[in-house]
């Protein structure tokens, strides 16, 4: 079982470059979210999708744009990176609501300079 | 708004010994609690969870009980292996939202000796 799939598993931007993380989930979860981690700050929402064309902001959006065109894929998008980005992404995966749990991809290390 | 506190590392133990790390929130519902495990180079992996009051949630020797009356999710090993060495997570899923809205506490890393 593939799980939850993010690529690249490294990336160096230069400030001001665009980039899109990608995620890939195969069980057929309605539930996505990209998370950012941290140290010292442990992992912080960006933005959640409870579905196919729906995508709500998290704890830190600013600078980040999401969609979700099908249940499978969850591509997080910088239009414009700065050093502050510079951390280890993770996008996770639900079924749905209170006690399920959330898988987690293997996470993409990014490094702004 | 929700908030999760947890004791903060490293915690370093000698294999055989005794752990506790301490988790307590603040929730303005009734959530659900969770202990995650993050092994170096990896992605975050479920260890346990509760969902209500009273719960105790175990796996691979480790053990946390909901507390409501102290809003605390402690988690417990009686013998620690140095396998165990990773950074761990308490979290937790407000029951009005979705479960991808988990709410983490900033992380211990336990490190254990031979």
């Known amino acids: 079982n593939a799980g939850v799939t993010q690529t690249p598993k490294f990336q160096v931007l230069k400030t001001g470059q665009s980039m899109t993380l990608q995620c890939a989930q195969d069980m057929n979860h309605e539930y996505m979210s990209w998370y950012r981690q941290d140290p010292g700050m442990g992992l912080r929402l960006i933005h959640y999708?409870?579905?196919?064309?729906?995508?709500d902001q998290g704890e830190v959006p600013n600078g980040y744009n999401v969609s979700r065109s099908t249940t499978e894929d969850f591509p997080l998008r910088l239009l414009s990176a700065a050093p502050s980005q510079t951390s280890v992404y993770f996008c996770?995966?639900?079924?749905?609501?209170?006690?399920?749990?959330?898988?987690f991809g293997q996470g993409t290390r990014l490094t702004v300079v | 708004g929700n908030s999760v506190t947890q004791m903060e590392g490293p915690v370093t133990l000698s294999e055989e010994a005794f752990l506790t790390i301490n988790c307590t929130y603040t929730a303005t519902g009734y959530p659900s609690l969770f202990w995650y495990v993050q092994y170096p180079g990896e992605g975050l992996q479920l260890l346990l969870k509760a969902t209500k009051a009273d719960d105790k949630g175990s796996n691979k020797g480790f053990e946390a009980t909901y507390r409501k009356e102290t809003t605390s999710f402690h988690l417990e090993k009686g013998s620690v292996q140095v396998s165990d060495s990773a950074v761990y997570f308490c979290a937790l899923s407000d029951r009005t939202g979705t479960a991808s809205k988990l709410t983490f506490g900033t992380g211990t890393r336990l490190q254990v000796t031979l």
């Open positions: 999708s409870v579905g196919a064309g729906i995508t």
């Open positions: 996770a995966s639900s079924l749905g609501t209170g006690g399920t749990e959330a898988f």
